[in-house]
């Protein structure tokens, strides 16, 4: 997915001379060519991650168009002061690219997890939040991020997933896309969490329900006119993430449901708080263990509506 990403990036950068791309000391190999085609435009700021983030600032500041790379937590958390002051509070055109959602980095283990970020991205002032699902879908965020004029947090995750079905969707930010449609309930996925939910919907076909799956590829700004439609027309809302449930899509989803005065089951679907620390894997047995594979993830649906 990010080679995908930034080889979009390359060809942006090539033809215009003011796009900037920094990186952390990350992304070697992937960064080649960019560092071939435009040198000038190709800052490695070594593990500097707040460094990085002042210099984009900067480079904003004078006019240019500025991506900064690095694995999540070490961009969204050792960074987030600098983001905040810097970026947020000048509504800068910076672009964070962060790489790793989730349980992405598997083994890695908790340092390189990337389950926080959605919250703290989300509550930042100006800050938008874009969470691409396919390579398909990451290479068009690229396209949108160039002529996208706010502050932009792009979490990428899981490389190789591409679109499912055959199925193309035009994306715009800020308006989620309804994948299939179903009457009894509604499946809100985010990022990786999309194709799991789509299989889920299957599972819960055989068991009788029916149910519409749709990619909320913007955590902010959040569609909430479609949100409120499928309050309307469905008896459960469930949200699905590869995030803290605290924080991320379902706490921005149940924000709305809130104020909508929902009298249908809700239940958000996600990381627990707090951690096992005896589970240690690859990024598919964590899902398993944590319920986010698509059995886990219609059994939590089943079991919530016969409560």
């Known amino acids: 997915m990010r080679q995908a990403f930034y080889n979009k990036l390359e060809e942006i950068a090539v033809k215009d001379k003011d796009v900037y791309i920094l990186t952390g000391n990350l992304g070697?190999?992937?960064?080649?060519?960019i560092r071939k085609n435009c040198p000038a435009q190709f800052i490695d700021v070594g593990v500097a991650e707040a460094n990085m983030v002042g210099i984009s600032s900067g480079l904003a500041l004078s006019g240019k168009n500025v991506y900064c790379y690095s694995i999540i937590p070490f961009l969204t958390m050792r960074a987030y002061e600098q983001i905040r002051i810097d970026v947020a509070y000048h509504n800068l055109n910076v672009k964070l690219v962060g790489m790793g959602a989730g349980f992405t980095y598997g083994f890695e283990?908790?340092?390189?997890?990337?389950?926080e970020d959605m919250a703290l991205?989300?509550?930042m002032p100006s800050m938008h939040v874009v969470v691409p699902d396919t390579i398909e879908n990451a290479v068009k965020i690229a396209q949108l991020s160039y002529k996208y004029p706010f502050p932009l947090y792009i979490?990428?995750?899981?490389?190789?997933?591409?679109?499912?079905?055959?199925?193309?969707f035009d994306i715009e930010i800020g308006k989620g896309i309804i994948l299939h449609e179903g009457k009894d309930i509604a499946i809100l996925s985010i990022g990786n969490m999309i194709a799991p939910s789509l299989q889920a919907r299957d599972v819960l076909k055989n068991a009788g329900i029916s149910a519409t799956v749709i990619n909320m590829h913007t955590?902010?700004?959040?569609?909430?006119?479609?949100?409120?439609?499928?309050?309307?027309a469905h008896k459960g809302i469930f949200t699905?993430?590869?995030h803290s449930v605290i924080g991320g899509l379902g706490s921005?989803?149940?924000?709305?449901?809130?104020?909508?005065?929902?009298?249908?089951?809700?239940k958000r679907i996600g990381i627990p708080e707090v951690l096992d620390s005896s589970i240690i894997g690859t990024a598919d047995y964590l899902w398993q263990a944590y319920g986010l594979n698509a059995e886990g993830i219609s059994k939590k649906i089943i079991g919530a509506l016969e409560d």
């Open 240 to 242: 699905v993430e590869e």
């Open 252 to 266: 921005a989803v149940s924000e709305v449901l809130a104020e909508g005065s929902y009298g249908g089951v809700f």
């Open 109 to 115: 283990g908790f340092t390189h997890f990337g389950i």
């Open 155 to 168: 979490r990428l995750g899981r490389a190789g997933i591409k679109n499912r079905d055959g199925k193309d």
């Open 121 to 123: 991205m989300r509550a």
């Open 28 to 33: 070697f190999k992937f960064f080649d060519n």
């Open 219 to 232: 955590l902010k700004p959040l569609d909430v006119e479609l949100i409120k439609e499928c309050l309307a």
